[in-house]
Every structure is written in structure tokens, then in C-alpha cells.
């Protein structure tokens, strides 16, 4: 199955289903960065529930940052997803393995550290986030996004997350987010039943890996509850927005001071955009331009 998302609702819109498959960016993520198993499970399972938050805002360009900051040895996470289906993000300790929990499964809780913090920003479009921060509850991910969506946005949410990879690369990844609307929180009966659904699930990529696609998971879930899944299925990718030009801002705010010492040193200079790993490549003419824009903005603002 390709990337995608798909939207669905039940219970009279009461209930409210967001699926989405990332198999394959999260390996586009993997390779660019590359990316231990461990780093590949947390940063995949990060980016997923960046699509899936970012997917019940309204305006065009709303985008949603996810900061996961535990104290163990992968340190930080950043992802910044989109509702327009592109997802970006890194790991700053990329290398960092270890051994698989009891039951199997890659242990993203000890690499990320089950004490420590996620900030989740919010930004409609007009550079205004809305940011808030929760503890986390296990670094598990999928965990800690379900406590903030529970304790930030006190909407009744049930969030499962889920990357496998081994050496072939990332083979499943992806997540579902059910909430309960207000009033359908309401009924105990309904709340209970999904409970008794959603709470036996040994996660996400087993679905998957036994071949279901989206609309079958949410059908098992919900088909007896009036589920209706929308017909439209949007693409997500991971794409990041750096571009030559950016980069060429970013070293112009350094000053003709450190431009100029880039000239000497280096005859040039490099940069790496973090989120996506793509190496910019400036020459000494690029920084020389730069020093005289510098110098032509001064006189002009005099
Ligand atoms: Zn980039």
C-alpha cells in the first residue's frame, strides 16, 4: 500500500478516524539520515503522528512541530508535518542502537528516555503557534502524543503507532488516530466498546503486515458504527523546505565578518539543512555576492 491518509467518521460524527501508511518515507527518512533501527522506529513513529495531527487542521497551510526531548541516548526529535501531507524530521543521536525489549520490539522508550518532555506547536498559516508542552509518559511516542492530545486538547483520543524495520529497511510503518467528539464522549456504552477494540491491539504494523489495508482496519473498528470513510486518499511524503536560496539567507545574517573569514579559510563554505540532510555547497563568488548585498543594504538603510 502507498503512502497516504485517509479520513473517515462514525457515530453520527461522534467519532472521528484519521489513517495514515508511511512506510516509505520513513525509509526515505532512514536512508537520509541514516538512521539506526531504534532512531528509525522513534523518528518514523514521530513523523506519523506529526501527519496525523496536522490532518484535522483547516487552513491550507497549517503545520504541526513535534519536539520530543527525553533524557536518553537518542536526545532529541523534531518533526515538522504539514496538513498538506509532507512530513520532515531528524534524530540528533541518528546512531544510537539497543537491544530489542523481551516481547521483541525495538526499544524506543530506553533510546528516547522515559523522562523528559514533548512540545507540540501548532501554526494556522500565519506564524502564530499555538504551542504546549506535557510530560512524557513512557518515550514511547504514541503514549506521550496520546497524553497531550488527552491532557492539551481534552478530547477522548486513541492513538496507535507503529514502524518495523530490520535490515531489508523500513516494510511497515504508519498509525490510526480515533477521538471522541464531546457529545459522543458521552456515551459510556460506545466509549466502552472501543475501548474493548482499540485496547487488545498488539500495535500497528502487525495490521499491516497481515495484509489490512486502511479502510479494512477501520472497518474491524467501527463498521458497526455507522463508519463512513471518505473517498479522498491524499498522498504524504517526506519533503523538506530548505532550498540554495534559504541557505544563502541563513549565512548572510552571519555578517561580512564571518563571511569574509569563510572566504579566507575555506574558499567557500557548506551547509547541511538538518531535517533533511541535504548538503549546500557555496563558493567563494556566492559569499563575495553576498558581502556586496550586505554592504548595499547597509547604504541603504543610512
Ligand atoms: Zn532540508
Known sequence: MADQLIRATAADHGIRAVGVITTRLTDVARQRHQLSYVATAALGRTMTAGLLLASNMKQPQSRVNIRVKGNGPLADILVDAGLDGTVRGYVYNPVVELP?????????????????????????GYGYPYSSTVELVSGEIGDDVTHY?????????????????????????????????PKAARDEALVAKLE???????????????????????????????????PQ???VRFQCSCSFERVLGALKLLGETELQDMILKDNG??????????????????LEQLIVDLRAETAASQ
Open 149 to 181: 492530545l488527552v491532557t492539551s486538547e481534552q478530547t477522548p483520543s486513541a492513538l496507535v503507532l507503529g514502524v518495523f524495520v530490520d535490515a531489508s529497511g523500513v516494510t511497515a510503518a504508519g498509525g490510526f488516530l480515533i477521538q471522541v467528539m
Open 100 to 124: 530489542p525489549k523481551p516481547n521483541g520490539k525495538l526499544d524506543v522508550g530506553g533510546a528516547v528516555g522515559r523522562d523528559g518532555f514533548l512540545y507540540v506547536a501548532r501554526d494556522i
Open 269 to 286: 563554505a557548506e551547509a547541511t539543512c538538518e531535517f533533511c540532510g541535504q548538503v549546500y555547497q557555496t563558493n567563494r563568488h556566492q
Open 233 to 235: 486518499r491524499q498522498m
Open 196 to 230: 474493548s477494540r482499540i485496547g487488545p491491539l498488539q500495535g500497528f504494523t502487525p495490521l499491516l503486515q497481515a495484509g489490512k489495508t486502511l479502510p479494512d482496519i477501520f472497518a474491524d473498528l467501527l463498521g458497526d458504527l455507522g463508519l463512513e470513510i471518505f
